[in-house]
C-alpha cells in the first residue's frame, strides 16, 4: 500500500502563505488522483483539492479558489499545495490520500473515495 508523507504545515498570519508537500512511496498506475483534504477541531473532514493522474486536471473546493493551487512532480512522486491569502478559517491539519478508482458523476473531492491517507499536518494561522 502506498505511504504517503506531508509536510510544510506550520504557523503563519492572516494573509501568509504556506506550500504543503506530500510525497508518496510510490504511485502505481492504478492511482487516479491525489487529494488534500483538511479537518479543523470539531469539524468534518473536507475536501480541499486533487488533481487527476491521467490529464492532470485540477480540482478545487469554492473556500479555497483562487487562492490554493495543486501542482504535482511526478519525478518525485510528490505532489503540492501552494497556499496563499490564508484565512483565520483555513487552519487544519492537512491531509493527503490517493484514490485507485474512477469517481464517476461523484465529485473528485469525496474523502469517501479515497483509500490511503498520510497522518497530516497542522497548518495554524494567527497573528
Known amino acids: 500500500q502506498v505511504q504517503l508523507v506531508e509536510s510544510g504545515g506550520g504557523l503563519v498570519q492572516p494573509g501568509g502563505s504556506l506550500r504543503l508537500s506530500c510525497a508518496a512511496s510510490e504511485l502505481t498506475l492504478d492511482v487516479t488522483a491525489i487529494g488534500w483534504f483538511r479537518q479543523a477541531p470539531g469539524k468534518e473532514r473536507e475536501g480541499v483539492s486533487c488533481i487527476s493522474r491521467s490529464d492532470g486536471k485540477t480540482y478545487y473546493a469554492d473556500s479555497v479558489k483562487g487562492r490554493f493551487t495543486i501542482s504535482r512532480d511526478n519525478a518525485k512522486n510528490t505532489v503540492y499545495l501552494q497556499m496563499n491569502r490564508l484565512k483565520p478559517e483555513d487552519p487544519a491539519v492537512y491531509y493527503c490520500?490517493?484514490?485507485?478508482?474512477?469517481?464517476?458523476?461523484?465529485?473528485?473531492?469525496?474523502?469517501?473515495?479515497?483509500?490511503?491517507w498520510g497522518r497530516g499536518t497542522q497548518v495554524t494561522v494567527s497573528s
Open positions: 490520500a490517493t484514490v485507485h478508482r474512477g469517481w464517476g458523476p461523484l465529485n473528485p473531492l469525496t474523502s469517501g473515495l479515497y483509500d490511503s
